[in-house]
T-cell receptor, first 111, second 113 residues
Framework: DAKTTQPNSMESNEEEPVHLPCNHSTISGTDYIHWYRQLPSQGPEYVIHGLTSNVNNRMASLAIAEDRKSSTLILHRATLRDAAVYYC????????????FGKGTKLSVKP | DAGITQSPRHKVTETGTPVTLRCHQTENHRYMYWYRQDPGHGLRLIHYSYGVKDTDKGEVSDGYSVSRSKTEDFLLTLESATSSQTSVYFCAITKGQTYNEQFFGPGTRLTVL
C-alpha cells in the first residue's frame, strides 16, 4: 500500500491560515487522498478527500500537486477547535474503504 | 451524528478471557469497520463488513473475529484476550454507495491485564 509522510507536529496562530503538507510519492493512479482529523478523546472525523483536482468544502481546501505526489490541507482560518491530529491517508480505488492511517500531524493552535 | 454507538465504552479484563465489543448503527448502512488505535499511532483496520454475513480481514486481523448477523450490528470478538490487545477500538460506517467518508463511533477503551 502506498504510504504518506507528514510532519509530526505543527503550530499555528488563531485566525491565521494553516497549510498541512503530505507527501505520497508512491501514489498510484487510482488512489484517493483523504484527510481526517482526530480531536482529543474522540474518534476521527472526515475532513476532505480528492483524486486529482483541488477540492473545497466548508471545513477546508485540498490542494493536490499536478504529479499527485504531494498534497496540502488548507485551513483558511485556524480556530482553537482545530487543534487536533490530522491524518493524510491514501485509499486505493476499489478497496471498499480500507483506510491506512499513518501517525499524522499534531496541530497546535495558539490564541 | 451518524447514529453509531459502541458498547461497552470501557472494559477491563484478564488475559485469556473472551471479549466481545459491539458496534450498533441506526441507519442501516452497508459498510462497517473495526479499527484499533494504540498510543502514538494512527488507526489500524482489523476487519470490515460489506453486508450481512459478508466480512473481510484488514491490516491487523490476527487474534480477532467478527460477525454481522444483522445490518445494524457488527461484533468484534477477542477469543482469548492478550495484553497486546489493550487498545482503543473504534467502529466506523460509511453512508450510501460511496465509502469515501467514514463516520466513527466514540470508541471502546479495552484493558487486558
Amino acid at each position: 500500500d502506498a504510504k504518506t509522510t507528514q510532519p509530526n507536529s505543527m503550530e499555528s496562530n488563531e485566525e491565521e491560515p494553516v497549510h498541512l503538507p503530505c507527501n505520497h510519492s508512491t501514489i498510484s493512479g487510482t488512489d484517493y487522498i483523504h484527510w481526517y482529523r482526530q480531536l482529543p478523546s474522540q474518534g476521527p472525523e472526515y475532513v476532505i478527500h480528492g483524486l486529482t483536482s483541488n477540492v473545497n468544502n466548508r471545513m477546508a481546501s485540498l490542494a493536490i500537486a499536478e504529479d499527485r505526489k504531494s498534497s496540502t490541507l488548507i485551513l483558511h482560518r485556524a480556530t482553537l477547535r482545530d487543534a487536533a491530529v490530522y491524518y493524510c491517508i491514501l485509499e486505493r480505488g476499489g478497496s471498499q474503504g480500507n483506510l491506512i492511517f499513518g501517525k499524522g500531524t499534531k496541530l497546535s493552535v495558539k490564541p | 451524528d451518524a447514529g453509531i454507538t459502541q458498547s461497552p465504552r470501557h472494559k477491563v479484563t484478564e488475559t485469556g478471557t473472551p471479549v466481545t465489543l459491539r458496534c450498533h448503527q441506526t441507519e442501516n448502512h452497508r459498510y462497517m469497520y473495526w479499527y484499533r488505535q494504540d498510543p502514538g499511532h494512527g488507526l489500524r483496520l482489523i476487519h470490515y463488513s460489506y453486508g450481512v454475513k459478508d466480512t473481510d480481514k484488514g491490516e491487523v486481523s490476527d487474534g480477532y473475529s467478527v460477525s454481522r448477523s444483522k445490518t445494524e450490528d457488527f461484533l468484534l470478538t477477542l477469543e482469548s484476550a492478550t495484553s497486546s490487545q489493550t487498545s482503543v477500538y473504534f467502529c466506523a460506517i460509511t453512508k450510501g454507495q460511496t465509502y469515501n467518508e467514514q463516520f466513527f463511533g466514540p470508541g471502546t477503551r479495552l484493558t487486558v491485564l
